[in-house]
């Protein structure tokens, strides 16, 4: 009796607990994927479905981006730098050849901060 639910497919196969935590979405299983022989397969095909499931933009890839590109860290030094520039220009005392190279030792080292404040 136990035999013959089995084979109808009443009872589904479990995995045991150690291959469900090594393997959890079952990407090592033996069983291949496609049956067909290489010389059977349209390899275009399969391609142009692959390149259809992939979306490149949506609103919520959208979404990723702008939370990304207004973030605090971002905004902060291109604010500085702008009324700096500002600043410098309104009171006539702009040189960029001190400004650039000042600009880039401050960036790298609010950059290595950054890298700072990410690791802890």
């Known amino acids: 009796m136990v035999k013959k639910d089995i084979a109808s497919g009443k009872y589904e196969e479990k995995r045991d607990l150690l291959d469900e935590i090594d393997d959890k979405y079952e990407l090592y299983d033996d069983e291949p994927i496609n049956d067909a022989p290489v010389e059977e397969l349209d390899l275009k095909e399969i391609v142009k479905e ?50 650039l190279p000042a600009l880039a030792f401050g960036i790298v080292i609010a950059s290595l901060i950054s890298k700072e404040m990410i690791a802890k």
């Open 50 to 99: 692959e390149k259809a499931k992939i979306k490149t933009f949506s609103l919520s890839s959208m979404k990723y981006g702008t939370k990304g590109g207004f973030s605090l860290l971002r905004l902060v030094p291109y604010i500085f730098l702008v009324l700096g520039f500002i600043a410098l220009k309104n009171n006539e005392i702009l040189n960029l050849a001190f400004y």
